[in-house]
């Protein structure tokens, strides 16, 4: 059965610190992975997509990490601000067709000034 | 328009009513997915339209929920008899076939 489990569920850092969230799958055959971003209330919007053959993917403060031999993600993120606090989920897609989209459950991030 | 949009943003129903959610996606997205998000839970999926193709149903928790897409463009998502465990957020994200997905902000839905 296709999973995608995150970890920790929640999380307080303070402003400027920096924290990283963890995604495990066991989503087969994989074909890539996203992070996406879910403030309170809105939609989730993409971060990062990792392919299988990618390590590694900035956009700004937040680095992605991909291991497909382990099947293990992280999203760094780097001198939290206020902004982040928000929900980051971790998407996986396999290679066969249709909706094959397994979500995790999310990451509850809080930043305190 | 820019974005995907939902409507109506809030929806309180009595208990056994029905209600029917919009979602109008990104123009050009033959992908069309309705999401459910209890409080704290993760995204459940429901139902996923790809153009013409059959809709895949296999989200749906039960006989009451229904969607349909008109056009391959607006989709309706119907509760009937509502019941208090249908309460949630309901969302709706289309995308181009095996790009990202683009989220609505959802209608927030009250079974009393």
């Known amino acids: 059965k296709n999973q995608v489990e995150q970890s920790p569920q929640s999380l307080i850092i303070l402003e400027g610190k920096n924290c990283t969230l963890q995604c495990n799958y066991t989503v087969s055959p994989f074909s890539n992975l996203r992070w996406y971003k879910q403030d309170t209330g809105r939609g989730p919007v993409s971060l990062t997509i990792m392919t299988f053959s990618e390590n590694t993917k900035s956009n700004g403060r937040y680095t992605a990490t991909l291991d497909a031999d382990t099947k293990q993600s992280s999203l760094h993120i780097t001198a939290s601000q206020l902004s982040d606090s928000a929900s980051y989920i971790c998407v996986v897609s396999a290679k066969n067709a249709g909706n094959m989209l397994t979500f995790g459950g999310g990451t509850r991030l809080m930043v305190k000034p | 328009g820019a974005g995907v949009s939902q409507s109506p943003s809030n929806k309180v129903t009595e208990k056994g009513k029905d209600v029917e959610l919009r979602c109008d996606p990104i123009?050009?997205?033959?992908?069309l997915y309705w999401y459910r998000q209890s409080l704290g839970q993760g995204l459940e999926f429901l139902i996923y339209?790809?153009?013409?193709?059959?809709?895949?149903k296999s989200g749906l928790p039960s006989d009451r929920f229904s969607a349909e897409r008109t056009g391959g463009s607006v989709s309706t998502l119907t509760i009937q008899r509502t019941q208090q465990e249908d309460s949630a957020v309901y969302l709706c994200?289309?995308?181009?076939?095996?790009?990202?997905?683009?989220f609505g902000s959802g209608t927030q839905l009250s079974v009393l």
């Open positions: 123009s050009g997205h033959t992908a």
């Open positions: 339209f790809q153009g013409n193709s059959a809709p895949d």
């Open positions: 994200a289309s995308s181009s076939p095996g790009e990202k997905l683009f």
